[in-house]
């Protein structure tokens, strides 16, 4: 048993209110907000060293991008050299961590865009805010232990980190696009179209699939949502923040891991809620909603709209089954898709997304599926 615990004052509720997110589950409880469940213990890591590679993923925004091997294990080596890193050199390339600099704000982390010295690339340099230093300290070291040991083009690559008494920072190269939760809220100046969203889902699974497979252990993620998906020039997917992920089962007659619930509402596995048991379906689930959330543009958990589609995987199942799977497409997006292709994407999100794990894919199969659907849609976008 995992000695984190959640941030969360009554986990029983937490649960109900997540047996709203598939639609098999019922629930007249109250919705829910997407607020994080963070674990709080540990040990720390001490010590700092530099590693760089680039995205090297060419591609377009406006055609389908060259496909990318399937389930390639890492980009081409590092052009850069391990560098070390003082504290006093990471305060003068933030510039005292000045807020010109700030990309990306939460409730624990600040991000900082910074140039390395001598003219080096741009990386991002996540500080965690002195008030929590204590408490994440163990999902510090989780992450870096972690991301040491995974190095592939559709997650974000550690490059360096420090730990000391008053500091905890980690150095990934810098995504310069964004997250995708801005993108699909039309943040960042154009709208997704359909062919970069479908690009955008099979970079996502092909790096769950890394990690799943390919990794030197089983990872699983835990925290799988569109805040945490970033994008490069070429729109690109990077899956970040690996501070919930864990090592999975090892052993042939393993089914899971048994631990406390971390995760964000609205992505989380209900089994998982129920159970405590973790195993690589619960990215799944998480990925199924995710997927949802790519097409749609809707949150998992809508609370300011109508109570039938506050839960939009409930909201967008009722519409597939009606039928009416044009109506869960992103209103924004202005081209027509084949009916066909929608249907065969949405049937696999609701895969994904169902209540218990032995109904989902793993998502190798999830990967392999996509890419039949993207042949599906160049046929027919050529056709059209």
């Known amino acids: 048993m995992e000695s984190d615990h959640i941030v969360l004052a009554i986990p029983g509720m937490f649960l109900l209110c997540f047996s709203l997110i598939c639609p098999c589950f019922r629930s007249r409880r109250k919705d829910i907000s997407e607020d994080p469940v963070l674990a709080r213990d540990g040990n720390a890591m001490h010590s700092f060293e530099l590693r760089s590679s680039s995205d090297r993923m060419p591609g377009t925004p406006l055609r389908v991008p060259a496909s990318p091997s399937r389930f390639s294990l890492s980009p081409q080596p590092s052009t ?212 949802i959330e790519i097409l749609s543009a809707r949150r998992p958990v809508e609370l300011k709209r109508h109570p039938d589609e506050k839960i939009t995987v409930r909201w967008a199942f009722a519409k597939y089954n009606e039928g009416k799977v044009r109506d869960i497409l992103d209103p924004m997006l202005q081209e027509v898709v084949h009916e066909d292709v929608l249907n065969k994407i949405f049937s696999l999100a609701f895969q994904c997304a169902a209540p218990t794990r032995s109904d989902r894919p793993v998502m190798k199969e999830v990967v392999e599926r996509l890419w039949e659907v993207r042949k599906d849609y160049v046929r027919n976008h050529r056709r059209a």
């Open 80 to 291: 850069i050299g391990p560098l070390q890193l003082s504290i006093s050199q990471i305060i003068k390339i933030t510039h005292n961590f000045s807020p010109g600099l700030v990309i990306g704000e939460g409730v624990f982390r600040t991000v900082y865009k910074a140039e390395l010295p001598h003219g080096g690339p741009i990386v991002a340099i996540k500080r965690t805010k002195k008030e929590h230093l204590a408490t994440l300290r163990a999902e510090f070291s989780n992450e870096v232990a972690l991301l040491t040991k995974i190095e592939h083009r559709n997650l974000v690559q550690l490059l360096g980190y420090v730990n000391t008494q008053n500091e905890s920072i980690i150095i990934t190269e810098y995504v310069p696009h964004g997250n995708l939760r801005d993108h699909l809220d039309g943040q960042r100046g154009r709208i997704l179209d359909f062919s970069q969203r479908l690009g955008i889902a099979i970079d996502v699974a092909h790096g769950l699939t890394y990690l799943h497979l390919y990794a030197e252990k089983p990872i699983i993620h835990r925290d799988v949502k569109s805040s945490n998906i970033l994008l490069t020039e070429s729109f690109r997917a990077k899956v970040a923040d690996f501070g919930f992920a864990r090592t999975g089962p090892m052993e042939a007659d393993q089914t899971h891991i048994e631990t406390n619930v971390k995760g964000t509402a609205g992505y989380v596995d209900p089994e998982y809620l129920r159970t405590y048991h973790l195993t690589i379906k619960s990215d799944v689930f998480s990925f199924g909603i995710l997927l």
